[in-house]
């Protein structure tokens, strides 16, 4: 079975830090990523990740989040620093699977950010 499971949400207050941490199991996977849903708002690119370690950002994350990858352990990890109270959302992992280019998505984890 193909799954993708995140960890690492929670409140945190305006200008600290979180890393999420996303776990990808089932199969091998090309890109891996993070998107996120603020309320009221479409689905957005965070950051996401090749195989080969290309990385692209949104653009209101350029600077302040960084992500990195262990191909060896499927895993995917977003690293949040100055944070802001915009950048409140329930953050998905997405997964693309080798070859097939099926997209795996995580049920997703809160990341709050107080001002």
């Known amino acids: 079975q193909v799954q993708v499971v995140e960890s690492g949400g929670g409140l945190v207050q305006a200008g600290g830090s979180l890393r999420l941490s996303c776990a990808a199991s089932g199969s091998i996977f090309n890109r891996m990523g993070w998107y996120r849903q603020a309320p009221g708002k479409e689905r957005e690119l965070v950051a996401v990740i090749t195989a080969g370690g290309s990385t692209s950002y949104g653009d209101s994350v350029k600077g302040r989040f960084t992500i990195s990858r262990e191909n060896g352990k499927n895993m995917v990890y977003l690293q949040m620093n100055s944070l802001k109270p915009e950048d409140t959302a329930v953050y998905y992992c997405?997964?693309?699977?080798?070859?097939?280019?099926?997209?795996?998505w995580g049920q997703g984890t809160l990341v709050t950010v107080s001002s």
């Open positions: 997405n997964a693309v699977v080798m070859y097939s280019y099926r997209e795996v």
